[in-house]
């Protein structure tokens, strides 16, 4: 009886270790965004491995699955496609919002739920209840950045700056410029500028003559970099300010001429939390030095997935969208989490400034 149960108990654990939990990464390697997205990938690999280590998912190991979706909202559509047919129960992505919309309508329509470590625009989880984030929401980092504007840097009035080709950058600059208008500042201009044919001195020009004490430039690295390494030459005085779409590696792109620069971040390696402290100590003796709060996000996608999925018991998609919406009071990296009734994190956001060639930590501001 005894040898039987045995070779039961041998059978299952062959079976499980045959039939593992695939859970796809889906962003950029290539193309635009592929320069900071790749930090993805090493981050979901991390987390795999951490998971791995530690039992897997309901005892079977997670295999991680990684697409590229070539900087596009058409890869990130075909990415998910491709994901779908290699079994993938669940997928966490994109970075860029547009990419992650174009990735939620295929995975919504095929009832498997996704977390985006990095999407901030609102309308990624409006697709639908299988779509979660573990960022804030442009809505909050837009309240957030204008309180601090007014509350901490004094600016009474503003300069906007927007990528027409990115739905992150037009997202960002509407609620920035409703909160700060909310709060007794003027925006005195707001322009778009196309990202692939920049003309940055004509727009400084203009920036100059109406002495803002603020320039919001809610973009990329590389038109952040095109317009803030310019304001001086055209005696632009206002303080410099962007989201969550650069950090430290503005310093790559124009040297010293960052420094001062404020910005939205997810996470700070200096936030002191144990958790937050034992993944900053780990994650480096693993993988090396943590350059962006990318990684931190995919950590808390991949444990917050985990953590669904042994909470329903199963990885089947509906009882696993079921558990993310009961999550309460997640203790993630990036902070406590509790999803909304529109999937989205109930969370803190921080302030940072880029400062002799790194990045100072000013202050947490809580929703």
Avoid at 55 to 82: F, K
Avoid at 147 to 175: E, M, P, Q, W
Avoid at 179 to 197: H, I, M, P, Q, R
Avoid at 304 to 317: I, K, N, P
Wanted: proline content about 4%; some cysteine; aromatic content about 10%.
């Amino acid at each position: 009886m005894l040898s039987i149960l045995a070779l039961a108990v041998f059978a299952s654990s062959e079976a499980s270790a045959a039939n593992p939990v695939r859970i796809a990464m889906i962003t950029a390697k290539t193309g635009e965004a592929g320069p900071t997205n790749s930090l993805s990938f090493e981050a979901a690999r991390y987390s795999v491995n951490v998971i791995n280590g530690d039992r897997g998912i309901l005892g079977r190991p997670v295999e991680l699955l990684e697409y590229d979706n070539q900087s596009t909202p058409e890869g990130s559509a075909e990415a998910a496609r491709q994901a779908l047919a290699d079994g993938a129960v669940a997928v966490v992505g994109c970075n860029w919002s547009s990419h992650s919309l174009a990735m939620a309508e295929v995975l919504q329509k095929a009832r498997i739920p996704m977390i985006t470590h990095m999407s901030t625009n609102p309308a990624v989880t409006w697709t639908g209840d299988y779509i979660f984030r573990a960022c804030f929401t442009d809505e909050l980092q837009g309240a957030g950045l204008a309180h601090f504007a007014g509350d901490k840097l004094r600016a009474k009035t503003a300069v906007i700056l927007v990528d027409r080709g990115r739905t992150y950058s037009k997202g960002l600059a509407k609620s920035f410029a409703e909160s700060f208008e909310a709060e007794g500042g003027a925006v005195l201009w707001t322009a778009e500028y196309d990202s692939g044919n920049l003309n940055p001195d004509m727009y400084l020009e203009n920036v100059s003559q109406l002495d803002p004490d603020l320039l919001f430039v809610p973009g990329g690295y590389a038109d952040v970099a095109a317009f803030f390494g310019r304001t001086a030459r055209h005696n632009v005085r206002a303080a410099r300010m962007s989201g969550d779409g650069i950090s430290v590696k503005l310093y790559s792109y124009i040297g010293e001429l960052a420094d001062g620069v404020y910005f939205s971040g997810h996470w700070n390696r200096w936030v002191n939390t144990r958790l937050s402290r034992e993944f900053v100590r780990e994650y480096e003796k693993e993988s090396g030095k943590i350059r962006e709060n990318t990684q931190a996000l995919v950590y808390d996608s991949f444990m917050l997935l985990r953590e669904a999925m042994e909470w329903a018991g199963t990885t089947d998609g509906p009882e696993v969208r079921d558990a993310l919406f009961r999550i309460s009071g997640f203790e993630g990296v990036t902070g406590e989490i509790t999803f909304d009734r529109n999937g989205d994190p109930i969370k803190p956001l921080t302030i940072n400034q880029l400062r002799y060639g790194g990045l100072l930590y000013l202050e947490q501001v809580h929703p």
